[in-house]
């Protein structure tokens, strides 16, 4: 998810409602959709109980599942953490790992003087617990007027836009508005560049990237986009790094071993530009997240190694008129396309349907030289800096296919399907 400065607090919102009103399962959603938008959430439960916050089915239990990256519990004995620690730590400790978070929505607590969202259901209370001057916002099913936004309890998706908005969104927002004294000497090469200047680097620092897959292309192309200051970098995969990857996948190392992947990439990409943003996604690419995750970024690269998921990712771009570089490489060879929705052909244009995964041999199979991936993913790193910048000649409608036994490239043209069932009727 989002990197943080270590020294900064993330801001803090607490729900708050009667017992038995269903807090939890409203924290759950929020925590989902405020995690697919990109954020790290951190949770706090208030409970007068015992440290038994990582038992199957308590509330923490849940924030956990639910997404969170952080989730405590404060007793009167103390906190404690669900993830990363076992037992009771002190609240020193407690935030300085919660700075990393980008948001705390805390549950339970009634004091002190945080924003507050209450959650008010009919079948359990008739009006909120706490002040009118304490309140950010009102959840529930009764027409309530308390001068405060009020949302119904199944417009979760209105309270995360509420939290984004009064607390997150700033954070997002790329507030480059001119090069600083040191940007202008780490860019420097690139500023140099016919058609960049200090502009097209300004754009490049407000632009977004998604990259699917932290491997073998997807290093390579996260490390020449951090390295070129694209401002926000997404990271999404499920993996550990494993022996077999540290052959070609230059973001990982031996110390990575069993590490996820977009974290031990977000920790190499933040080492080399401490000034970008990086936001990691540790799971799967799916049709489930797939809109959710395209449309909060201008460009997405696949750096996938399977293709159901690059079916997922074209799909997904196609429908939010988004672009997407796709790259794959197997044992000596590699490909590269670009494509723009309704300016080209997609990838079902090209490849109709999906041959399942037991008639598309892998590098697994095959094996893979390394500097071949490395070789792909920096066009598509390329591909991804021109688009931003709007300058130079694209790959769209042409397969960019290398051989590196003979070190030939070739340049085939590749014509839109009218008939595409993913593209057809753009």
Not at 77 to 102: A, C, H, P, Y
Not at 231 to 250: C, E, F, K, M
Not at 261 to 277: D, F, G
């Amino acid at each position: 998810m989002k990197s943080r400065p270590r020294h900064k607090l993330p801001p803090v919102v607490s729900l708050v409602g009667c017992s038995n009103s269903g807090k939890t399962t409203l924290i759950e959603k929020l925590i989902h959709i405020l995690n697919q938008r990109g954020y790290r959430i951190g949770t706090v439960k208030h409970h007068r109980g015992v440290f038994q916050f990582d038992l199957e089915g308590k509330d923490t239990w849940r924030h956990a599942q639910a997404g969170a990256e952080m989730v405590a519990m404060a007793t009167p004995d103390g906190i404690g953490l669900v993830k990363k620690l076992t037992g009771e730590i002190s609240l020193e400790q407690v935030l300085s790992l919660m700075s990393d978070m980008d948001i705390v929505i805390v549950e339970g607590f009634k004091t002190g003087s945080q924003p507050k969202i209450e959650l008010v259901r009919s079948a359990i209370s008739q009006q909120p617990v706490c002040s009118q001057e304490e309140l950010l916002a009102l959840v529930s099913d009764l027409p309530l007027d308390y001068g405060v936004p009020l949302y119904d309890i199944n417009n979760i998706e209105g309270v995360a836009d509420l939290i984004e908005e009064r607390f997150l969104q700033p954070s997002k927002q790329n507030v480059h508005k001119e090069l600083s004294h040191e940007q202008k000497k780490r860019y420097h090469r690139n500023i140099q560049l016919p058609g960049v200047g200090e502009a097209g680097q300004l754009k490049l620092l407000q632009s977004s990237v998604l990259v699917v897959g932290t491997g073998g292309l997807g290093s390579p192309v996260a490390f020449y986009l951090g390295a070129a200051g694209i401002g926000r970098l997404g990271l999404i995969d499920a993996d550990t790094v494993d022996y077999s990857n540290l052959q070609r996948q230059i973001l990982h190392s031996t110390s990575d071993l069993g590490r996820p992947k977009v974290e031990s990439a977000r920790e190499k990409l933040l080492a080399l530009n401490p000034e970008i943003e990086v936001i990691t996604y540790p799971y799967r690419f799916n049709e489930e997240n797939a809109a959710e995750l395209v449309k909060n970024y201008d460009i997405v690269v696949d750096a996938t190694d399977n293709l159901a998921t690059r079916y997922i990712i074209n799909q997904a771009c196609v429908a939010e008129g988004k672009p997407f570089i796709y790259g794959g490489v197997l044992s000596m060879v590699g490909q590269c396309m670009t494509i723009l929705p309704g300016k080209g052909p997609c990838f079902r244009c090209i490849f109709r349907e999906n041959p399942g995964d037991k008639a598309i041999k892998t590098t697994s199979d095959v094996g893979i030289l390394g500097s071949v991936a490395g070789i792909i993913g920096t066009i598509q790193a390329t591909e991804v800096v021109k688009y931003l910048l709007g300058q130079g000649e694209l790959l769209v409608g042409r397969m960019l296919t290398m051989d590196a036994f003979s070190m030939n490239f070739m340049d085939v043209e590749v014509k839109r399907d009218k008939d595409c069932p993913a593209c057809g009727k753009l």
